[in-house]
């Protein structure tokens, strides 16, 4: 057995990537190690060592030595990471793209009813549209969504202005249709 050959065991280098080469692990050593990283997920060190040539015992001798279970661990973690960000990042982004439909949806909603007559949409109408719209802006925040408001606000905006003028509208129409027993 040559000295490149020799499975000694090595220490992790802190300064390195647990996947990265080591100090005092040689380059055939560090090829067996990247062929069976690189299998993926599903890699098993039978396949490794037919497919490198390579004893097993031998190849799981190197294994244990070289710290390649840890390493693996190391590299597939940093991979779960990643993956975790990204989507995270895409679901900021779709959260984001969908807010801005809702919004859109919801003017065009609050201009239409505008431009309705307050007769035309029942009390049941308007409170079913609201609901629609409030329960997909709650679903974009998600349920663990909360705000702390540590001042009073005072501003509005045009669909609150539009909504409240609906409101009155509806509520104006309502005390023209009772009927003298109503009252």
């Known amino acids: ?8 065991p ?4 802190p300064d390195l990537e647990p996947w990265a080469q080591q100090p005092g692990e040689s380059d055939i050593h560090y090829g067996y190690f990247r062929h069976h990283l690189d299998a993926g997920r599903g890699r098993v060190l039978a396949r490794t060592a ?3 040539d390579r004893n097993q015992s031998y190849l799981r001798q190197i294994a244990g030595a070289r710290l390649w279970r840890q390493r693996i661990n ?29 919004g859109a949806a919801a003017g065009k909603l609050a201009q239409r009813l505008m431009s309705m007559r307050p007769e035309q949409l029942s009390d049941g109408d308007f409170v079913r549209l609201l609901d629609v719209v409030m329960r997909h802006r709650r679903q974009l ?3 663990t969504a909360q705000v702390q408001v540590d001042h009073t606000v005072h501003t509005r905006t045009q669909l609150d202005d539009d909504i409240l003028n609906l409101l009155d509208d509806l509520e104006a129409n309502d005390h023209n249709q009772e009927t003298p027993l109503d009252q």
Do not use: H, N
């Open 74 to 102: 190391a590299y597939e973690a940093e991979r779960d990471q990643i993956q975790r960000e990204i989507w995270v990042e895409k679901c900021k982004e779709a959260a984001e793209a969908d807010a801005k439909i809702l």
């Open 10 to 13: 090595i220490t992790l280098d």
């Open 141 to 143: 925040l998600g349920p």
């Open 50 to 52: 037919d497919e490198l």
């Open 1 to 8: 057995m040559s000295k490149s050959e020799d499975p000694t």
